[in-house]
């Protein structure tokens, strides 16, 4: 079984620049999550995606940041413009439901961006 | 706003049972307990996860006292390829719960 895609894998941009990532997560898999991890810390989620409807955005920087679940399966997360402290991996996910006793996270490899 | 807390690093060696303990004084009646580990440049990758007393798989087993305030990972005989960052998670199955990381546990294993 094919797991979480995600691209590009490093991304280096200048601040004030537009960037963009991509992910594909597990067929079937209902729910879909972004998070931020800064190095030395934990992830932190950005937005969740149910279906193509939002869950819960509330950490997402919306001045800056923008993400799309079209058609209920892949997404793009978007930072427009980008900042310095926005250095960081962003890790897609993806679960099968979002709610239940056994809904495990199956993470993809992360993007590594570098802002100058 | 934390609803974990655990050790910022753990030391041990090969061959040793390991345990690490997260508090969540505050867990909420429809949180689960999830784990998980993270090698570098990885993404984190699920262990275990459970509701109350004891669960056990083929890689770890998780302790959960009857208040659920906090709970154990703990890994038999690790090696060096536990070397790790470990997450303890509570993940609430409802809309209106929040998924939050801890800054997980720095386990090293020695040889």
């Known amino acids: 079984e094919a797991g979480v895609a995600q691209s590009p894998r490093y991304k280096i941009i200048e601040k004030r620049q537009s960037v963009a990532f991509w992910c594909n997560p597990i067929?079937?898999?209902?729910?879909l999550y972004w998070y931020q991890q800064i190095l030395g810390q934990g992830p932190k989620l950005l937005i969740q995606f149910q279906n193509n409807g939002v869950v819960d955005d509330s950490q997402l920087p919306k001045d800056r940041f923008s993400a799309e679940r079209l058609k209920g399966v892949d997404s793009t997360l978007k930072i427009q413009p980008a900042k310095l402290e926005d250095s960081a991996v962003y890790l897609c996910a993806s679960s099968l439901a979002g709610f239940g006793e056994s809904d495990e996270q199956f993470f993809g490899p992360g993007t590594r961006l570098t802002v100058l | 706003l934390a609803k974990t807390t655990q050790p910022i690093s753990m030391d041990s060696y090969e061959g040793q049972e390991v345990n690490i303990t997260c508090s969540h004084n505050?867990?909420?009646?429809?949180?689960?307990i999830t784990w998980y580990q993270q090698f570098p440049s990885q993404g984190p990758r699920f262990i275990i996860q459970g509701y109350k007393t004891k669960v056990t798989n083929e890689v770890a087993s998780l302790f959960i006292p009857a208040d659920r305030k906090s709970s154990t990972l703990s890994l038999p005989r690790v090696s060096l390829s536990d070397t790790a960052v470990y997450y303890c998670l509570l993940a609430g199955y409802s809309s209106a719960s929040k998924i939050i990381f801890g800054s997980g546990t720095r386990l090293s294993i020695r040889p």
């Open positions: 505050n867990i909420a009646t429809n949180d689960y």
């Open positions: 067929s079937g898999h209902a729910t």
